[in-house]
């Protein structure tokens, strides 16, 4: 059974509908590490050894957040910083996380269409988040697909909630015994798991 | 009395104090010292305004100090008097049988029979809490070893009075059978252990009114829910227990302390005290305007080398027991000479002991005139003395102890950074400074902290970080900065004041007291001033609100947002202040800042921080595009 680590940064959760919404959902499964990154340094002071810690328990890591300006919060920078050291997360020595699942779960609030190479935005989000990409690469991890909630500036509440009851799904199906993690990083859109046999190995 | 002549009296006093009082403070002679000139010269040796029946006055003005007992009394915590402990019994203790004794002796050698010399020796022994505590609260030297030290005698003279008292009809049953019952007094034909019995009956039935009674009624009295009720009942508590102890001709001092002490573990115990503080304050200051009156200069001028020849001894030699005690005591030599030069008068309790002496026979009358002057001089000269500390014997010892610091060890260590004052608050900073491998110079008037940090291996300079030469010693010249992080925020401004005449190229961080002293570092030009508690107030909301189910992040940043607000404001009232600087009211004016924060604080929406991670503007803007597409 694979642990799922979903480490979640929002400054204002306070005024979020999406995010309220998704981890009002993800708190009700069962066997989820959620780490409220804010919450937890509401200074922005990391606790290093305590994050390494967690990323160690854990098989598949999520970075949670909205998709401000084609990235994530100051604290997701703050926290890839500060956690993944060298000689721990990459370099010779850096084997921590080995073998593991990285992606990210975020809100964008144009629609799909927008982040295309003819639309709004001009590229896909998947290129955008070509950092994250790179940095599990570089700290021998699986960078799985990202689920990306489009367009939720448009959305209303029972958008939202089905949304979030599609995540809930994900998760679900994610963290189920015997399910196959290796054809995650083919897939486009994390959403495509549902698609896919519920035991494949 | 006719109504013409008191209200005449009040209004006497009542200018003497306004008048006197600021001059003396002006001066920088203290409150006290402002008290006694107003009483000497309104009394009978000069103006004569008031005073043709000294005890009169004396025994009104007594209530002032009934009432500082019972607050001292209701201010005791077992838990401090149980810290104090050694200080007090030992001390304490042997301060006063040295004293007692010594004087006792060398009355019986001149030739006094035993029961007056003991009498004598008691009545002596003791120091006046009144001035010294006063005086010890104004220039900010209660919490130095000696201020400890001299207030744990206190403690143990202000009960040694107990006992005395019982002893004395002892003393007098020895010396005269009583021959005229002139006196009100319960006990005057009683037998001498029938007096003793009597006293002790007084005050159980304080110790037994105070437990049982105080509390039901305070009870009745907060259901009525009438303020000045409450102010009426302390009173009448305070005054019961004064006539109950008049009766059993006791004083009412004495009672007032065992009232307070009773009620101190009590739930009205802070009602009673905000209820007795003014008055305390305008009595206390009318009993100094009294002692100041009672001085019977006539009686000075007939025999004025015997009067000043018994003051100074008396005080040298109580004096002299007091530094041995310190010695004992290790007291460092400045804080030992502050203890002896503070508890060295005759206190105010000699008064009344002199008085119940001569009614008892004790004494003649013309000797209990003459020890009146005495005590009452002895009490005159205390500030005086604190004064001439103050002057020339503590930067004496701060240039002392400079010195030879200077020698030890200045020329290799040049510290970037002078912290002035090493209390809780510049504790913490010298700490963080100093984990942060920044050494910084420490000054502070704390002899006893400062022997404690020089074991620890911390540079401390022993003495007043607004002298020149100390700062000049403790290489203000090569510094960078300079932390003043003081109790006091008078002695926090005169360091501003001199680091910005002798040296302007020091960074001055300065510990404000509240807005009123932040508003004073203002106008003097300080940049970085620290109010000492807003930190800590803001940490405590962003506490509550996060118990209260708010965000981490979103409570930090509000009460960041509020501290950056509030000083703003305070700056813009600052600005407001100078304007109008003849209307000085500070209470008002304080209620008035106050608004003017609070109306401030509302200007804010609290949730409208951080609009770039909410984009309600850009959600709206999308949704009007789209009802415009469909």
């Not at chain 2, 007795?276 to 080398?305: H, M, N, T, Y």
């Amino acid at each position: 059974m694979a642990r799922v680590l979903i480490n979640f940064a929002h400054p204002a959760l306070e005024k979020s509908r999406v995010h309220a919404q998704l981890l009002r959902i993800i708190k009700n499964i069962p066997g989820i590490t959620l780490n409220d990154l804010y919450e937890q340094y509401p200074d922005l002071d990391i606790d290093v050894t305590r994050e390494q810690k967690l990323l160690e328990q854990h098989d598949i890591i999520f970075m949670q957040h909205p998709f401000y300006w084609y990235s994530a919060p100051a604290m997701v920078k703050q926290w890839l910083d500060l956690v993944l050291e060298h000689g721990w997360a990459y370099g010779h020595t850096g084997k921590a996380l080995q073998g593991k699942y990285f992606g990210n779960i975020i809100s964008a609030g144009g629609a799909e269409h927008s982040y295309q190479p003819d639309g709004h935005h001009g590229h896909t989000v998947h290129e955008f988040l070509l950092p994250f990409v790179q940095t599990a690469r570089l700290c021998n991890m699986h960078y799985v697909a990202p689920f990306v909630l489009y367009g939720v500036h448009r959305e209303d509440t029972s958008d939202i909630k089905e949304d979030a009851a599609e995540l809930g799904q994900v998760l679900e199906r994610l963290r189920g015994e015997k399910f196959d993690l290796t054809p995650l990083p083919g897939l486009n859109y994390l959403n495509q798991i549902l698609q896919l046999p519920a035991q494949t190995r | 009395m006719d109504q013409h002549s008191l209200l005449f009296q009040a209004m006497v006093y009542l200018a003497a104090a306004i008048v006197f009082v600021p001059i003396a403070k002006k001066m920088g002679l203290g409150a006290v010292l402002g008290y006694l000139i107003a009483g000497i010269i309104i009394g009978p040796s000069l103006l004569g305004f008031i005073g043709r029946e000294g005890e009169d006055i004396m025994h009104f003005a007594e209530f002032g100090v009934v009432m500082m007992l019972f607050l001292i009394g209701i201010e005791l915590e077992p838990a401090l008097l149980w810290r104090l402990r050694a200080s007090i019994l030992g001390l304490g203790g042997l301060q006063v049988i040295l004293s007692s004794a010594a004087i006792a002796g060398i009355a019986l050698l001149i030739g006094q029979p035993l029961n007056t010399s003991l009498a004598l020796g008691m009545i002596l022994s003791l120091s006046s809490t009144a001035i010294v505590l006063q005086t010890l609260n104004e220039k900010g030297w209660m919490g130095t070893a000696a201020g400890q030290s001299a207030f744990s005698v206190l403690l143990f003279q202000d009960i040694a009075v107990i006992p005395m008292l019982a002893i004395f009809p002892l003393l007098a049953g020895n010396a005269a059978p009583d021959t005229a019952a002139h006196t009100h007094s319960l006990r005057d034909n009683l037998p001498g252990w029938g007096q003793t019995l009597v006293v002790l009956g007084a005050v159980a039935v304080i110790i037994i009114a105070g437990r049982y009674l105080v509390r039901p009624l305070m009870r009745i009295i907060a259901r009525t829910r009438v303020r000045e009720l409450f102010t009426a009942t302390a009173l009448l508590m305070v005054v019961a227990i004064a006539v109950l102890m008049n009766l059993v001709g006791l004083s009412s001092a004495l009672g007032a302390f065992l009232g307070g002490v009773v009620l101190a573990n009590s739930e009205y115990r802070h009602e009673l005290e905000s209820d007795i503080e003014p008055f305390k304050g305008l009595l206390l200051g009318l009993f100094f305007i009294a002692v100041g009156a009672s001085i019977d200069f006539r009686l000075i001028f007939e025999q004025p080398w015997l009067i000043l020849g018994l003051v100074l001894g008396i005080m040298t030699l109580k004096g002299i027991v007091l530094l041995l005690l310190g010695k004992i005591f290790k007291l460092n030599t400045d804080q030992n000479l502050l203890f002896a030069f503070a508890l060295a008068d005759i206190g105010e309790f000699a008064f009344v002991l002199l008085s119940f002496t001569s009614q008892a026979h004790l004494m003649s009358t013309e000797m209990t005139a003459m020890m009146t002057a005495v005590v009452a001089i002895s009490m005159a000269l205390t500030p005086l003395i604190m004064l001439l500390y103050e002057k020339v014997i503590q930067p004496y010892f701060t240039r002392s102890e400079v010195s030879t610091e200077r020698e030890a060890d200045q020329i290799n260590e040049k510290n970037p950074v002078i912290i002035a004052g090493f209390g809780r608050f510049g504790s913490m900073t010298g700490r963080f400074l100093r984990a942060n491998g920044i050494h910084a110079t420490i000054l502070d008037l704390d002899s006893d902290r400062v022997d404690a940090l020089h074991n620890l291996g911390i540079k401390v300079y022993y003495g007043d970080a607004s002298r020149y030469d100390l700062l000049v010693a403790a290489g203000a010249a090569d510094a960078k900065m300079l932390i003043i992080a003081t109790d006091h925020p008078e002695q926090t401004r005169d360091i501003v004041k001199m680091a910005q005449r002798y040296f302007p190229h020091l960074q001055l961080l300065v510990r404000a007291e509240n807005n009123e002293d932040t508003f004073e570092l203002m106008d003097l030009g300080v940049l970085h001033i620290y109010r000492e508690t807003v930190d800590t107030s803001l940490r405590v909301g962003v506490d509550a609100l996060r118990m209260l189910g708010q965000r981490a992040y979103h409570s930090e940043r509000a009460a960041r947002t509020f501290f950056r607000q509030d000083e703003r404001t305070l700056k813009g009232l600052s600005a407001l202040r100078d304007d109008k600087k003849q209307y000085i009211n500070s209470m008002k004016e304080r209620i008035e800042e106050m608004e003017k924060l609070i109306s401030s604080d509302r200007v804010k929406t609290w949730l409208d921080e951080g609009q770039g991670w909410d984009a309600e503007t850009l959600r709206d803007e999308i949704r009007g595009e789209k009802e415009g597409e469909e």
